[in-house]
Structures are given as C-alpha cells and as structure tokens.
C-alpha cells in the first residue's frame, strides 16, 4: 500500500556540511514515514528509526542532499502533517577537533577516561586513526592488555587488531564482545569505547570506583565486570575513519572500489554486509529495502556475505573467543539502545517461522503486517530487553539526555547487521555459543560530528550504559 504523503516542509535554515543537511521528518505516527524509507537512495544513518517525541508524535532523522529535500517537497506536496524540518543543528559550536599527534606517545602514555577524573574534567580531541592504535598500545604496556591480531588486512592495507582484558589467557573465558568504529563518520565511537577499558582498568589497579556524572560505581562492580572478560575491537573500520577525518565528508563505509572507483560508489556499508538475510532481495518482500545493491548508496551490501575484511575480521573474534555471550557494536547518533531482532517483528509462538526456513522467503520484513515474524524464544526475548532497559536507564541516570530502548526493526528492516549476525549464529552454526547482540546509538539524532561538549557527553553516556550493560549481562549469565 502507498501511503499517500505529505505536505509542508518548513525549512527553516541552512547549514552545509559536506553535501548534506541534517533534517527530521515529523508526524503523527511513524507509518507515516513508510514510503520514505523505503527509499534506498536517502541517509537515515545507521537505521531508519522512528522515536516518539514529547508533543506525541513521531520523528526521523536523515542526511538529505538539498535537491532531495526539493523532490521531497515536491513529492509530499499535499499532507500537511508530515514536516521536515533542519533548524535544530541550527548555530552550533563547532565540531570536537580531531586529534593531531599522538597524545598517548607511541604507546607509552596511558588513556585516562572521564570516569577515574575529577568531575568536571574534560578530553579535549577526538582520537585520530594512529592514536587510537597508540592508545590500545598504552593499554598493553600499562595494564597488561593482550592484543589478537586479526586474519585480514583491509582493503587500503591496514592491519586489524582486537583485544582482550580482565579473565586471563583462556579464551574461552570472555564473554562480552564490544566493537566501533564501523561507521566511519560515527565520531568518538572508538574514544568511548578505549576510554571505558582504560577507566576499568585504572579503577581495577587503585582500587577505586568510577563516576560518570550523577552515576557511580563501586570497585566491587569494576572488578566484576572486568572478570566477565573483555574482547573489544575499537575501530572496525580505519580507511573509513581515516578517509572522513581528513575529508569532513560525513563518510560512513569502507573504501573497497571493487564495485566503484569514484565519490559515492566507493565502500561497502560493513553494517550491511554480515551473513544474515545478507542477499535480502531473496529473503526480504520486494517493497523493504532493507540494505542496498547499489554501489553509490550508503547502505551497499557489498559482492557476497562477509566480502569484506574488516566483517571477517569482526567475525574471526568470535571463532576465537568461543565463549562470548554478549556483543555489543557502537553506533551514533540517535540515543537509542536496539536489541534482537532486526529483520521483522519478534514473535515467540512459532518456532519454525524464522530466518533459516526457506518457506518465507520473499516474505520477511514489513512490520506490522502478520506474514511473517522473526522467531525469538520467550526467556531470550525477555533477557535482552531487560538488559537493554538497564543500559538505557544508566545512561538517563548520568543526568545528561533520555535515551531510548527498542527492537531493532522499529520502522524499518535491515540485513547483514552485526547484532542480527551475532544472535544469528547460534542457529546457523550447529554448536556455537549462543550470543545477544546489540546496537547502541549514542549522541543526538544526525549528529555524527558532535561538539567538543556532546563529544565528553557521549563519553559519560556510553561508559555509564557499558558499566549496567556488563552487570544486567552478568546478572542474567554469562554462561
Ligand atoms: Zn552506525
């Protein structure tokens, strides 16, 4: 069904940041978004997701180009409940700076996160690409951290590396998995991640706790946590990071030119290129979009499932820590916490509705409709929401901004995700472990390139969420 659309576009001013304006659509129900995701062509960041807003009504965020805003009003020339709007990115501060040098010295100087500092404190730059290795270096030389390299070397020849912390030398100790850095354009996703290891890490050897503004925690939980055993990958995808760091284009994939050497239609969306419902055309119905096959798009799946090095790479970590329970990938900008599943609706009636069974193929992934639901046991479903309730309250109790927690398809489905993957796996693989897989989106809706203030928020936000992460996932098991 086309849902007819939409009128008045208040545009009420401009700011210009590489080709794209940060825009929200609004209206009264997220339905009445439908027809404007489904559109493969536009940016709604990492996911398409539709939030209640105060005055009862809905809104969704994107990164449109000025002519498709023009086409937009043109197209919904006639629904006046529908609004676009961009004034609240309006006469910002500007953006957090990158980092120039190396602030952790060639691996010598420890990072110090926001929560083993006085209240107050502050990190004044963003961390470049060689920082970011310079500061999982420091982790290593200060704290004992162990590194793993990974099997695949990127496209633009970067080698990858993960780590590991806090249960020892048996792998099969570890059993959270938190990863960033897969959305190039995502800023400070890496930092929230090093700097929450490092804070664990610095608490754990003085014996103290950690303070993410209104929200504490005990060197009793620090200790528990680091226990549960750490693997973290913080930067999935460093030609990306590189690339928009010195571009300011807001680039959000890889830079693979295999399907396309120039602009746009180079990268592959990594997000969108894990093996599951991967080749979504088979296994989606014709009208969702859940990831693209056009190279130019934002969402472009890539030649095959796992084509890339940095999604094999990212997969290799759980062949070799066989025990992760729980993952967790960072993302911004939308302040949200989404769980399983991504692909459709969840049900926990029919078991064998589900994504592996070849019968509903061509029916999957539009919400709302009773065709088809991605199957879910009742206590896992009952699990990753409680989890993700107590994420999203620790992140309200920092006192900074509400966050949200939400099922993953919301508005919109998506394929080849690296939460769908990692809760996937457990019945695509006879024998591995089962892992509950999330997606955090940090930051304010759009805003990938936060102020030096948002920047410090998202740290406190993100860190404060990871700590109540950890514990609700050790409180529900790790094993
Ligand atoms: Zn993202």
């Known amino acids: 069904m086309k849902y007819s659309l939409v009128s008045s576009l208040i545009l009420q001013s401009t700011i210009v940041l590489g080709d794209l304006l940060p825009v929200h659509f609004k209206a009264p129900t997220a339905a009445h978004f439908r027809e404007i995701v489904r559109n493969d062509s536009y940016d709604f960041g990492c996911r398409a997701v539709a939030h209640p807003t105060e005055d009862g009504q809905f809104k969704l965020h994107a990164l449109l180009t000025e002519e498709q ?178 571009s300011g284009s807001f680039w959000r994939k890889n830079r693979n030119t295999k399907s396309g050497s120039s602009g746009s239609a180079i990268g592959v969306d990594i997000n969108r290129n894990f093996d599951f419902l991967w080749n979504f055309r088979k296994y989606f119905d014709s009208s969702e979009s859940p990831a693209s096959t056009s190279p130019s798009s934002e969402t472009f799946y890539g030649t095959a499932a796992a084509s890339e090095s940095e999604t094999k790479n990212h997969v290799s970590v759980y062949d070799s820590f066989p025990k992760i329970r729980w993952f967790m990938d960072i993302h911004s900008a939308a302040g949200d916490i989404l769980y399983s599943w991504g692909d459709d609706d969840d049900q926990s009636t029919t078991s064998t ?27 896992d479903a009952t699990n990753i929401k409680n989890v993700a309730a107590k994420t999203v309250a620790a992140m309200k109790a920092v006192g900074g901004r509400s966050y949200v927690s939400q099922q993953a398809v919301g508005l919109y489905p998506t394929s080849g995700a690296t939460d769908d993957y990692a809760f996937s796996r457990f019945w695509q693989k006879p024998g591995v472990n089962k892992v509950y897989g999330y997606t955090m989106e940090f930051g304010y809706s759009a805003n990938f390139y936060p102020t030096a203030t948002e920047f410090n928020q998202n740290i406190l936000d993100t860190n404060a969420g990871f700590m109540d992460w950890a514990l609700a996932a050790i409180a529900v098991g790790l094993e």
């Open 353 to 379: 509705m589900n994504f592996l069974n070849p019968s509903y193929d061509g029916k999957r992934g539009v919400p709302g409709d009773s065709v088809y639901k991605e199957y879910i046991p009742s206590t």
């Open 69 to 246: 805003i023009s086409h937009l009003k043109r197209e919904y020339a006639n629904v006046p409940e529908l609004t676009i709007h961009k004034a609240d990115l309006v006469k910002r501060a500007a953006t957090a700076p990158i980092g120039t040098g190396d602030r952790f010295k060639s691996g010598t100087i420890a990072p110090v996160g926001l929560g083993t500092q006085a209240s107050g404190s502050t990190i004044s730059s963003i961390m470049n690409v060689a920082e970011i290795t310079s500061a999982v270096n420091a982790l290593v030389k200060t704290y004992g951290v162990t590194t793993i390299t990974l099997p695949y070397k990127t496209f633009n020849g970067a080698t990858q590396v993960a780590a590991y912390v806090g249960a020892g030398t048996d792998k099969s100790k570890y059993h959270l998995y938190l990863s960033a850095g897969v959305h190039a354009r995502e800023r400070g996703g890496p930092d929230n991640l090093i700097y929450w290891i490092s804070d664990l890490l610095a608490a754990n050897k003085s014996g103290s706790g950690l303070t993410y503004g209104k929200k504490s925690y005990t060197n009793a939980q620090v200790k528990s946590v680091l226990s549960a055993g750490i693997v973290f990958f913080p930067l999935v995808n460093p030609d990306g990071v590189a690339y928009d760091q010195s």
